[in-house]
């Protein structure tokens, strides 16, 4: 599975961006997707996770009510509309596949395929 991630830029403080992450290759083995991201200096964090079916989704709460992560089958596509952007939203994120574990876990470990990463910027 390959990852391509995309929609990143640089914004000010309450607009909004919506991140793509395009899959490829063996698409029909992934059995869920997440966003991490991560800034300068932290180690990298979890954002929103979905079923590859769709059925389920988390977040954490520190993007929860501001973040909607959604997938669209046909393209293969993860979404993650990011809206309320705040400072503290600064980061390259990343997109992952989790193909092998089949456990949607929040945990870096957990995903087995990585996109390169687009950078979010957001100032105040």
């Known amino acids: 599975v390959q990852l391509q991630a995309s929609g990143g830029g640089l914004v000010q403080a309450g607009d909004s961006l919506r991140l793509s992450c395009a899959a490829s290759?063996?698409?029909?083995?992934?059995?869920?997707m997440g966003w991490f991201r991560q800034a300068p200096g932290k180690e990298r964090e979890f954002v929103a996770l979905?079923?590859?079916?769709?059925?389920?989704?988390d977040y954490a709460d520190s993007v929860r009510g501001r973040f909607t992560i959604s997938r669209e089958m046909p393209k293969n596509t993860v979404y993650l509309q990011m809206n309320g952007l705040k400072p503290e939203d600064t980061a390259v994120y990343y997109c992952?596949?989790?193909?092998?574990?089949?456990?949607?876990?929040?945990?870096?470990?957990?995903?087995?395929?990585w996109g390169q990463g687009t950078q979010v910027t957001v100032s105040s």
């Open positions: 979905i079923s590859w079916s769709g059925g389920s989704t």
């Open positions: 290759g063996r698409t029909f083995s992934i059995y869920g």
């Open positions: 992952a596949a989790d193909y092998d574990r089949r456990i949607l876990s929040r945990s870096v470990p957990a995903y087995d395929a």
